[in-house]
């Protein structure tokens, strides 16, 4: 048996069923990200464009997710209170901590003994864009085409995944832009016509 269209929010159960029967095949998880129609189906949950900048001294709640069987939260190295080992529900471990600019370290461990560590930073304020192409080289060919990522980044070259800036293109040279596209998933750009 396999079960298909499951959802994001049930797929640490929908793991689970498949491991624990051995008739059980997989799972097809419908995410539901690329097509606009139907967007809504099995979401999960995402803060809104620039939320990151309005937290103040609002406690949040970071989830860790590991093979695990404890996870323990240091932010800027020292154990957050309450802090202790803590066996994940689903997969994840959650932790009500202060929002602050910090370095938060999960360390996951199992048995006793550390399997995996990672450390996170708080990014600054957006300062610079930077341009990703997916190739080298380009001819004048007209079936020649480029995909360009671009970056928003902050004062240390850090990834800021929550900027919301507008951005014009301009292209110089033999080439021309073929057609601009917006990842932003809050952000209904992408959809507005320019006049």
Not at 30 to 54: F, H, Q, R, V
Not at 138 to 161: F, N, Y
Request: hydrophobic letters at 40%.
């Amino acid at each position: 048996m396999t079960q298909s269209e499951g959802f994001p929010a049930t797929i640490h159960q929908d793991t689970k069923f498949v491991n624990d029967n051995a008739w059980a095949v997989g799972n097809w998880v419908w995410a539901a990200w690329d097509c606009l129609g139907e967007s809504g189906i099995g979401k999960t949950p995402m803060a809104p464009e620039g939320a990151a900048a309005g937290i103040g001294d609002q406690g949040v709640m970071p989830g860790v997710y590991t093979p695990g069987d404890s996870v323990r939260l240091l932010v800027n190295g020292a154990e957050i209170p309450g802090g202790a080992p803590r066996a994940p529900e689903r997969a994840m471990a959650t932790f009500t901590v202060r929002y602050e600019p910090a370095e938060p370290t999960a360390v996951a461990g199992r048995n006793g003994k550390e399997i995996g560590r990672e450390t996170l930073r708080t990014v600054g304020a957006p300062v610079a864009l930077w341009l990703v192409p997916d190739v080298r080289r380009l001819t004048t060919s007209r079936d020649d085409l480029a995909h360009v990522l671009v970056e928003v980044l902050d004062s240390h070259g850090r990834l800021v995944p929550d900027a919301a800036l507008e951005v014009t293109f301009e292209v110089d040279g033999a080439g021309e832009l073929a057609a601009v596209g917006n990842g932003n998933p809050h952000s209904v750009a992408i959809r507005q016509p320019r006049h």
